[in-house]
C-alpha cells in the first residue's frame, strides 16, 4: 500500500477556488495513475478526476470545466485546481493512486451558498 499525504481542502464561497494537493514518496518509480475521489453526506463515493502516467486526464461530467488536475513540481504529487465550486462540490475527498495502489486520509471540502 502507498502512503499518500494529502494537503489543501477547506471552507469556501460558492464561485470560489480551492487546490487540492496529493504526494507519493518520490522513491516510487512509477505510478500508473493517481485519482482523486469524493463522497457527499449520505451518498456514495465518486470518482471525480484521473491523471495517467502519460499525462492523460478524464473527469466526471459534473466537473468538466472547472476542474484541472495535474501533475506537481514534484515527483508523485498531483493537484486538484477547482474553481466555480458549487455547493454540490461538498463532501470529502480522497486520492487514490494505482499500481502501486493506496488511498489519502481525506480532506473535508465545504463550499458554501
Known amino acids: 500500500q502507498v502512503q499518500l499525504v494529502e494537503y489543501g481542502g477547506g471552507l469556501v464561497q460558492a464561485g470560489g477556488s480551492l487546490t487540492l494537493s496529493c504526494a507519493a514518496s518520490p522513491l516510487i518509480p512509477a505510478i500508473i495513475s493517481m485519482s482523486w475521489y469524493r463522497q457527499a453526506p449520505g451518498r456514495q463515493r465518486e470518482l471525480v478526476a484521473t491523471?495517467?502516467?502519460?499525462?492523460?486526464?478524464n473527469y466526471t461530467d459534473s466537473v468538466k470545466g472547472r476542474f484541472s488536475l495535474s501533475k506537481g513540481g514534484a515527483k508523485n504529487t498531483v493537484l486538484l485546481q477547482m474553481n466555480s465550486l458549487k455547493p454540490e462540490d461538498t463532501g470529502d475527498y480522497y486520492c487514490?493512486?494505482?499500481?502501486?495502489?493506496?488511498w489519502g486520509q481525506g480532506l473535508q471540502v465545504t463550499v458554501s451558498s
Open positions: 491523471i495517467t502516467f502519460d499525462g492523460i486526464t
Open positions: 487514490k493512486s494505482d499500481e502501486p495502489s493506496g
